[in-house]
């Protein structure tokens, strides 16, 4: 809707910019800018937005969950997913809860009708322990420490 708008305005501020600006280095910035901001305004809204999730359902027969986003051209997308294919982001992130098939997903809790199901996904029914996790299941390198010469 921006990009029809801005699409729509464009020969209107094309005319404003000419009569205003004394240069034609003027009427192109200012064109420049406002052709910039309506068709990168989408892909910027796309850019947020395509990570949260508008409904989510439950399988029991499977066992396995269902949530829907929101793709760029704004058709249900659906992604399916066991609470054992969901992994924590590693460092707390604005917009993801949980990647589900390393697909990152943005849920809000107060959505779930039964807590427990938020709790399951998440992995808060687990046993919690205290041990590191193996560094070559994590993927995550040890640092090499080089011992000093002595002279």
């Known amino acids: 809707m921006t990009s029809a708008v801005g699409l729509c305005i464009q020969p209107m501020v094309i005319q404003k910019a000419a009569e205003v600006g004394s240069s034609l280095a003027a ?7 406002a052709g910039f901001f309506t068709f990168i305004t989408p892909v910027l809204i796309h850019l947020v937005t395509r990570k949260y999730v508008t409904s989510i359902e439950y399988n029991e027969k499977d066992d396995e969950y269902n949530a829907t986003v929101i793709s760029f ?3 249900p997308k659906k992604i399916q997913f066991k609470p054992f294919e969901v992994r924590l982001p590693l ?3 604005l917009t993801i809860t949980f990647y589900a098939k390393e697909c990152p997903l943005f849920v809000d809790p107060q959505a779930f009708d039964d807590v427990m199901h938020y709790q399951r996904i998440l992995g808060y029914d687990k046993p919690f322990t205290f041990e590191k996790e193996d560094d070559e299941n994590s993927g995550l390198k040890k ?3 080089k011992a000093a010469n002595k002279i």
């Not at 009427?27 to 800018?33: H, L, M, N, P, Y």
């Open 27 to 33: 009427t192109i910035g200012v064109c420049t800018i």
């Open 73 to 75: 051209f704004l058709k």
């Open 91 to 93: 460092t707390q992130k």
């Open 143 to 145: 640092p090499v420490v």
